[in-house]
Structure formats: structure tokens, C-alpha cells
């Protein structure tokens, strides 16, 4: 018989668009110590820009090849297709990892996700740690479920295999009752009255108790987030959501392009630019890398909304070609030709 102790314990991360995943993600990465961690990571088009964030990291404990990116839809929707051959891929590898995280795009439900734990051929291989919601602090305290709503509601459009349109407050609903941790991310930018106010928020959707924690840029006691060693999946069916038998099909086409530019002046071009950028119509998100001029290390850029985060990563390595690439992610009839004029030619240009 096969018990908990014979199976790699996966954890889910879920949460909305830049609620903070991918930067909670890189702080267990970097504080995993001796840990074997392999990564699933699900994001919209072929661009691959979260991936590289991690892998970024650089660390021996996560190397390249244990970072599988899944870019043909909203994981709980493409469960069958894509997570069960990431996972055979994943398990294949030697040395056997100790641990498996999967972050999951910013509209996936993950209670679908996980009875795919039960299936004969995962179940015996794999088990549900336990799963985390990450939750965006200041957009909370403010009354919102997520930063930009709108740039959410549009969001949900942009993947032609999500089968679940709904309205966000009850995704936001459905990722907090399969959740057994709560993170309130960005506490930094908030004071103590507004978390108590976010914290209120979650709590009166909480349908039963869960620990709600606070990050500040990510940070976080990896002990808190792994090892948990709740077998989610064999709890599944008391943890009620709005979709359980519900397959709804309804969406819109939305788009995703990468842009290519040489290396910039200084950060704060990059941010002024990029805020040009997410202020024009129907453009949901800005992200990736960017060279500045006379500095060893390339400068990570993620916005959303009018909110852009930056910071240097990495060094450039030795022989690598350098340069920017952003991804600009929104609605499919977004102004290409005026967001490329802001972030290529205006920023090299100075225009």
C-alpha cells in the first residue's frame, strides 16, 4: 500500500494577477536550503517571462530543467493535457525531488486542480501538501479582491480554454475556500488599520478557519508554506465552491507580444514608460527584463495597472547576450504600434 510517505508532497499556490505568486515563489526558492524543489508554473502565451524570473534564482537546490512552464490555458481547465505530462517530466528526473510547487494562473480555480490528485495515475505518485492563497493587502484594504478590477474582469477572456466565467469576487471566493493558508501579501504598503481591514475581508469569506500571514515582499518562514502534510486531495469534497458541477464556456480573444529593446538610460525611464503603457486602453499587464546602461545586472520590470515593480536580479552571465524583453499581455485590440512606440522607440529616444 502506498502511503503519504512514499509520494512527493506538491504544493499549489494560487492567486490573482499580481497578488504576488511569482515573488513568493522566488523567496522559497532562495530559502529552501538542501530541499530538491521542482516548479510548475502557469501562465497565459508563449512568453515565459515567470519562468525566467525563477530561474533567475540560480540556485543548485532548483536547476533549469526542474522549472516546467505551462502556457495553453488555465491549468484547471487543461488539467488532463498539460499537468499530468508536466508532472510525468517532473518525476522522471534524478536526482528525485523532494518537493514540487505549482503556481497557478491568475483565474484558475484550484479545486479542480487537486481532485486531478485522485486520479489512479497521479495518486499513487504525488500528494497535496497543501494549498496557499496569496492575497493582494492593499487592493484588499481598499474594498477590491484584486488590484486593477477591471484589467481582472477583462483577464479572464484572454484564454480560450477557461471554462468558468463568473464574477471575480466569486473566483476570489472559490481560491479561499480550497485554500489551508492565507498570505496577505505587500503588508509593507499598508498600515495597521488597513490590514485589519484586509484581514477582515478574507476572514468573512473564509467558510472555515484558516491562518492568514502576512509577507512583506514575499518574505516568508519557508517552514510556514511547506510541509504542511494535508493530503488535500483527500478532503476535496468538504471544501465547497461556486463551481462544483458547473462548465460553463464563455470568452473573448486577448493577446500577448513580446517586445525587444536595446539597453535604457535608467530605471526610471523604464518605470515612466511602462506606466504610459498601462494606462492605454486594454492593456492588462507589462513584464519582464530590461538592460540598463553601464550596470552588471538586468533590471526585472512587472506592472500592473498603474503599479510597476522593478529591481535587479541577476548579473548578466558571461557570454550572454544582453538586451530587454517585455511582454505586453491585454485585450486583443490593444494599440501594438503606439505601445511599442512608448516602450522601444520614446524610451531609446528619449521622444
Given at each position: 500500500?502506498?502511503?503519504?510517505?512514499?509520494?512527493?508532497?506538491?504544493?499549489?499556490?494560487?492567486?490573482?494577477?499580481?497578488?504576488?505568486?511569482?515573488?513568493?515563489?522566488?523567496?522559497?526558492?532562495?530559502?529552501?536550503?538542501?530541499?530538491?524543489?521542482?516548479?510548475?508554473?502557469?501562465?497565459?502565451?508563449?512568453?515565459?517571462?515567470?519562468?525566467?524570473?525563477?530561474?533567475?534564482?540560480?540556485?543548485?537546490?532548483?536547476?533549469?530543467?526542474?522549472?516546467?512552464?505551462?502556457?495553453?490555458?488555465?491549468?484547471?481547465?487543461?488539467?488532463?493535457?498539460?499537468?499530468?505530462?508536466?508532472?510525468?517530466?517532473?518525476?522522471?528526473?534524478?536526482?528525485?525531488?523532494?518537493?514540487?510547487?505549482?503556481?497557478t494562473s491568475g483565474l484558475a480555480l484550484p479545486k479542480p486542480l487537486v481532485q486531478a490528485f485522485n486520479w489512479p495515475a497521479v495518486k499513487s505518485r504525488v500528494t497535496v501538501d497543501g494549498v496557499i492563497a496569496v492575497v493582494d493587502g492593499p487592493a484588499l484594504a481598499e474594498g477590491r479582491v484584486a488590484h486593477d478590477m477591471e484589467a481582472l474582469a477583462d483577464q479572464r477572456a484572454q484564454d480560450e480554454?477557461?471554462?468558468?466565467?463568473?464574477?471575480?469576487?466569486?473566483?476570489?471566493?472559490?481560491?479561499?475556500?480550497?485554500?489551508?493558508?492565507i498570505v496577505l501579501s505587500k503588508a509593507d504598503l499598508i498600515d495597521a488599520v488597513s490590514r485589519q481591514r484586509a484581514t477582515a475581508i478574507v476572514e468573512a469569506h473564509l467558510p472555515r478557519a484558516v491562518k492568514i500571514v502576512e509577507a512583506e515582499h514575499g518574505k516568508l518562514d519557508v517552514a510556514?508554506?511547506?510541509?504542511?502534510?494535508?493530503?488535500?486531495?483527500?478532503?476535496?469534497?468538504?471544501?465547497?465552491?461556486?463551481h462544483d458541477g458547473e462548465h460553463d464556456h464563455d470568452h473573448d480573444d486577448f493577446d500577448s507580444f513580446v517586445i525587444e529593446i536595446p539597453a535604457l538610460a535608467s530605471a526610471d525611464d523604464v518605470t515612466a514608460r511602462v506606466k504610459a503603457v498601462t494606462a492605454l486602453d486594454g492593456v492588462l499587464r507589462v513584464k519582464g527584463f530590461v538592460e540598463i546602461q553601464g550596470k552588471p545586472m538586468r533590471l526585472l520590470v512587472q506592472a500592473v495597472g498603474p503599479r510597476v515593480n522593478h529591481y535587479f536580479d541577476r548579473a548578466w552571465a558571461v557570454g550572454e547576450a544582453r538586451g530587454g524583453r517585455l511582454v505586453v499581455i491585454g485585450e486583443h485590440d490593444m494599440d501594438r504600434i503606439m505601445i511599442e512606440r512608448h516602450l522601444r522607440a520614446e524610451l531609446v529616444e528619449g521622444a
Amino acid at each position: 500500500m502506498t502511503t503519504s510517505f512514499d509520494r512527493i508532497p506538491c504544493t499549489v499556490i494560487t492567486g490573482f494577477l499580481g497578488a504576488g505568486k511569482t515573488t513568493l515563489l522566488r523567496h522559497v526558492l532562495e530559502n529552501a536550503g538542501d530541499k530538491r524543489l521542482a516548479i510548475i508554473v502557469n501562465e497565459f502565451g508563449d512568453v515565459g517571462v515567470d519562468g525566467d524570473i525563477l530561474r533567475g534564482c540560480g540556485l543548485d537546490n532548483c536547476p533549469e530543467e526542474n522549472i516546467v512552464e505551462l502556457a495553453n490555458g488555465c491549468l484547471c481547465c487543461t488539467v488532463a493535457d498539460d499537468f499530468v505530462p508536466a508532472l510525468d517530466q517532473i518525476l522522471a528526473r534524478e536526482p528525485r525531488v523532494d518537493h514540487i510547487l505549482i503556481e497557478t494562473s491568475g483565474l484558475a480555480l484550484p479545486k479542480p486542480l487537486v481532485q486531478a490528485f485522485n486520479w489512479p495515475a497521479v495518486k499513487s505518485r504525488v500528494t497535496v501538501d497543501g494549498v496557499i492563497a496569496v492575497v493582494d493587502g492593499p487592493a484588499l484594504a481598499e474594498g477590491r479582491v484584486a488590484h486593477d478590477m477591471e484589467a481582472l474582469a477583462d483577464q479572464r477572456a484572454q484564454d480560450e480554454t477557461l471554462d468558468h466565467d463568473d464574477p471575480i469576487e466569486e473566483v476570489f471566493e472559490d481560491q479561499i475556500a480550497c485554500a489551508d493558508l492565507i498570505v496577505l501579501s505587500k503588508a509593507d504598503l499598508i498600515d495597521a488599520v488597513s490590514r485589519q481591514r484586509a484581514t477582515a475581508i478574507v476572514e468573512a469569506h473564509l467558510p472555515r478557519a484558516v491562518k492568514i500571514v502576512e509577507a512583506e515582499h514575499g518574505k516568508l518562514d519557508v517552514a510556514v508554506l511547506l510541509g504542511l502534510g494535508l493530503s488535500v486531495e483527500d478532503d476535496i469534497e468538504n471544501r465547497k465552491t461556486h463551481h462544483d458541477g458547473e462548465h460553463d464556456h464563455d470568452h473573448d480573444d486577448f493577446d500577448s507580444f513580446v517586445i525587444e529593446i536595446p539597453a535604457l538610460a535608467s530605471a526610471d525611464d523604464v518605470t515612466a514608460r511602462v506606466k504610459a503603457v498601462t494606462a492605454l486602453d486594454g492593456v492588462l499587464r507589462v513584464k519582464g527584463f530590461v538592460e540598463i546602461q553601464g550596470k552588471p545586472m538586468r533590471l526585472l520590470v512587472q506592472a500592473v495597472g498603474p503599479r510597476v515593480n522593478h529591481y535587479f536580479d541577476r548579473a548578466w552571465a558571461v557570454g550572454e547576450a544582453r538586451g530587454g524583453r517585455l511582454v505586453v499581455i491585454g485585450e486583443h485590440d490593444m494599440d501594438r504600434i503606439m505601445i511599442e512606440r512608448h516602450l522601444r522607440a520614446e524610451l531609446v529616444e528619449g521622444a
